[in-house]
């Protein structure tokens, strides 16, 4: 298991096969032959107006990677999720325990001015998540500017918030307290951080993954909203021996 490979000195690696990549490159080959429309997804932009108000807005998202269950539909429309920025959150924070505050999120991008923050650096970080501490890289790079502390120090801190392994959760923070007093940073903004990171502790997410999962739902969508014929060709070729999923 991870914990003891690790101790042995050896990486472990994750590696995720998606049917999702199936059901794209069926979808373009259809397009290609039916519109003779070549299809670079690399080259599409993330920010089509149209993608966004007619699938996410509306959580219209059956058959779009990462977005189609009930609940996560729910959560796309109570933030009319119209920006990448929107959908990398909401792929972090739809699990249990964070996606109680998606409604702090939408409340926050609806209303920035109801947001206060107690500390410059803690603003710089969190503004883009509307005071939610969401994805690990916000931990990592707050306390690093906050506090001063090293890669390293950065590192424990990141694995012990998103394990909030007791012990060592218990140890990072205070000496994240300590050197951000020594860096002359105000006890309640100190205390703030604490409390986000203790919130999340267990939860975090990383960015880059939750990122890619976004651009890939995203693709989905850019299909699903021009080619919807395509689209779903492709989702029934690919799934043709589920029954349940073709329902």
């Given at each position: 298991?991870?914990k ?14 998606l049917a999702t ?15 003779n ?10 920010d ?9 807005e509306?959580?219209?998202t ?9 609940g ?5 429309k ?80 990141r694995?012990?918030i998103?394990?909030?392994s ?44 939750s ?5 890939v ?30 329902d």
């Amino acid at each position: 298991d991870m914990k003891n490979v690790e101790r042995t000195g050896i990486v472990k690696y994750d590696l995720l096969g998606l049917a999702t990549y199936r059901q794209l490159s069926l979808a373009i080959k259809q397009i290609k032959k039916r519109h003779n429309v070549d299809i670079d997804l690399r080259k599409i932009p993330l920010d089509d107006r149209n993608v966004f108000k007619n699938i996410f807005e509306k959580g219209n998202t059956v058959s779009v990677f990462q977005f189609s269950g009930a609940g996560m539909q729910k959560a796309l429309k109570e933030i009319k999720a119209s920006t990448m920025d929107d959908l990398i959150a909401v792929a972090a924070l739809y699990r249990p325990g964070p996606m109680d505050y998606i409604p702090d999120y939408a409340k926050g991008k609806f209303n920035p001015s109801s947001i206060k923050y107690s500390h410059p650096i803690i603003e710089k970080h969190l503004s883009n998540t509307f005071g939610i501490m969401v994805y690990q890289e916000q931990a990592m790079f707050l306390s690093r500017e906050m506090a001063n502390l090293d890669w390293l120090e950065v590192d424990k801190l990141r694995k012990a918030i998103s394990k909030k392994s007791g012990k060592q959760f218990d140890e990072s923070c205070a000496n994240f307290a300590k050197k951000a007093y020594e860096m002359n940073i105000p006890q309640n903004s100190v205390n703030d951080v604490l409390q986000l990171m203790s919130k999340f502790g267990g939860y975090a997410f990383n960015k880059s993954h939750s990122c890619m999962y976004a651009i890939v739902g995203y693709w989905t969508a850019y299909l699903k909203h021009y080619y919807p014929a395509e689209w779903m060709s492709a989702c029934i070729e690919a799934d043709k021996d589920d029954a349940d999923k073709i329902d």
